[in-house]
């Protein structure tokens, strides 16, 4: 009997149909971050969300998962990542971390980030979580850029620990969460393979044109310990530590890379690491 499995590396033309859901994402985190602020719900911040979906011809495919009902995943203060839209107040020093994902024409995108809001009377705190949401979005970065000339797969989880090692405060290391993972990402939201944010033995798979990941470094200030509270979605910290939540999906092509759910295919960001994405032709 023949099995045939089916291969984690796209075509060119099924990469250039990624291009409308990674942006559709994108609109969708813009939209979040125009409104939050302290006094605004979580509710509402997924309410713009999905109108901005909406606007640019898609719909949510975080609605997709079974038993998921809303459009993004608000997760606040020692809350990692799934925590569900609600009745909750932002207050100011919190730090949110907001998850998102458009499908268009069956294809998906899917993108995440973290924003600290100000509060004049805490500003050690607002500090403190600020260089933590830097740092994860650095080491996403650094993530990233690895891909652009990496061989294997794993080279990433490697440079994105590498990051978060060196920019970890004196004494102080962030822990990176290892139960959860990036993912490949195309028909559907999560595909293989595995995007690991860590160091691991293995090489993981090629990195050729056709490759698509998304890449979500989650990294918190303690430790990496973390359980589900009672609503079976929200991942928080064990030991009360805040957390911070970065993701883009990026696609290898024969030119290059270019980050689906980045307006500029990522090319500030990338500046600083000496990569200049190309967007597929």
């Avoid at 559709?24 to 602020?37: E, H, K, M, Y």
């Avoid at 509710?43 to 640019?56: M, R, S, Y």
């Avoid at 719909?59 to 998962?65: D, E, M, Q, R, T």
């Avoid at 590498?162 to 139960?179: A, F, M, N, Q, R």
């Amino acid at each position: 009997m023949t099995v045939f499995r089916k291969s984690i590396y796209k075509t060119p033309d099924q990469i250039r149909a990624m291009i409308a859901p990674g942006l559709a994402t994108a609109a969708s985190l813009d939209a979040v971050r125009a409104l939050v602020a302290p006094g605004v719900t979580t509710l509402q911040l997924d309410a713009a969300a999905e109108a901005a979906i909406v606007a640019a011809g898609g719909h949510s495919n975080f609605k997709l998962v079974p038993g998921y009902r809303h459009t993004v995943c608000t997760s606040v203060n020692e809350d990692v990542v799934h925590g569900i839209p609600g009745s909750r107040v932002l207050q100011a020093g919190d730090i949110v971390s907001i998850d998102s994902g458009a499908e268009i024409d069956g294809w998906n995108g899917d993108s995440a980030m973290t924003i600290v809001l100000t509060d004049p009377t805490r500003p050690e705190l607002v500090t403190e979580r600020e260089r933590l949401s830097a740092v994860t979005e650095g080491s996403l970065w650094a993530g990233i850029a690895e891909l652009a000339t990496a061989r294997h797969l794993n080279q990433v989880g490697a440079a994105i620990e590498e990051y978060v090692e060196d920019h970890s405060p004196e004494g102080k290391p962030y822990g990176i969460l290892t139960d959860y993972v990036g993912h490949g990402i195309g028909r559907t939201m999560h595909e293989a393979p595995p995007v690991f944010n860590y160091r691991v033995r293995q090489r993981g798979p090629e990195v050729k044109p056709g490759l698509v990941v998304a890449i979500e470094p989650m990294v918190v200030a303690g430790s990496p310990d973390t359980f589900v509270r009672d609503d079976e979605w929200t991942v928080a910290t064990l030991d009360g530590g805040s957390a911070a939540h970065w993701e883009h999906s990026v696609a290898v092509h024969r030119d290059g890379i270019w980050v689906l759910t980045a307006h500029d295919g990522g090319a500030a960001a990338l500046a600083a690491f000496g990569v200049t994405p190309v967007r597929p032709a």
